[in-house]
C-alpha cells in the first residue's frame, strides 16, 4: 500500500466517522491490519476480506482490550460481612492476549481474599478478572495485577491468586505442544491454613472439571 493510498484510506474513514469507535484508533487499526494481510500475500481488496480489515479485527481489538480502559471496568460492590474467613471462588475463566505474539492463552483463574469487614458479589469476581485479563500482558504480570488490583480495590488484607493456562504461542508455533503454565501471586501474609485451604479448593475444582 502506498502512502497515496493510505492518505486516501484515511481521509475516507474521517468522512465515514470510523475513528469514532470508543477505545482504539479505529483508523490505525484498520490500516495496521490491512498492512499485515498484504505483507503475508493477501488480496485485501478480496470480498472475503474487506470486511476483516475494515471491521472484524478492529472490533474484535476493541473488546479484547477492555482492560486498558477504566470506564469499563466493572464497579465492585461491596456488603458488610461479620467475618475474616477466605472467601474463595474457583474455576474462572480466563483469556487474554499474549504481548510476544498477539495470540491468546486460555485457562482458569481461582481468586481467594480475607474480607476486610466487607465482601463483594461473586458475579463481580468473574467480571474484574475478565476485565483484568482483556488487555495485552504476559501470563505472569495478569496474575499479579489482578491479585493487586483486587487488594486495592476492595481494601482486603489478603489476597491469593493462581492461574492455570495454555498459551497458543505454543501450540501453534515454536515447540508446537499443549502444556499449562501456573503462576501464582500473593498479597498480604496469609497463614499457612489459608494457604491449605485455598490449594485444597483449587485441587478440589480440578478434580472435577
Given amino acids: 500500500m502506498t502512502n497515496e493510498q493510505l492518505s486516501t484510506e484515511r481521509t475516507a474513514g474521517e468522512a465515514n466517522g470510523s475513528t469514532e469507535t470508543k477505545g482504539i484508533d479505529t483508523e490505525k487499526a484498520q490500516r495496521g491490519v490491512r498492512l499485515l494481510l498484504e505483507a503475508v500475500g493477501e488480496d485485501t481488496t478480496d470480498g472475503a476480506l474487506v470486511e476483516t480489515w475494515q471491521r472484524r479485527v478492529p472490533e474484535a481489538f476493541e473488546t479484547l482490550t477492555e482492560g486498558n480502559r477504566t470506564e ?64 495485552l500482558t504476559v501470563q505472569e504480570q495478569l496474575t499479579n495485577d489482578i491479585a493487586e488490583g483486587f487488594a486495592e480495590e476492595i481494601g482486603a488484607d489478603i489476597v491469593l ?49
Fill in 161 to 209: 491468586v493462581e492461574i492455570a493456562a495454555s498459551h497458543l504461542c505454543e501450540t501453534m508455533r515454536g515447540v508446537e505442544t499443549t502444556s499449562k503454565t501456573r503462576t501464582t501471586a500473593t498479597v498480604g501474609d496469609p497463614s499457612t491454613a489459608e494457604r491449605q485451604r485455598f490449594r485444597e479448593a483449587i485441587t478440589n475444582a480440578e478434580e472435577h472439571e
Fill in 72 to 135: 469499563t471496568k466493572p464497579t465492585l460492590r461491596t456488603f458488610d460481612a461479620d467475618t475474616n474467613e477466605l472467601v474463595i471462588k474457583t474455576g474462572i475463566p480466563v483469556q487474554s492476549l499474549c504481548e510476544h505474539h498477539l495470540l491468546p492463552y486460555t485457562g482458569t483463574a481461582h481468586i481467594a481474599y480475607r474480607p476486610a469487614g466487607e465482601v463483594v458479589g461473586l458475579s463481580k469476581l468473574t467480571r474484574y478478572i475478565r476485565w483484568q485479563s482483556r488487555r
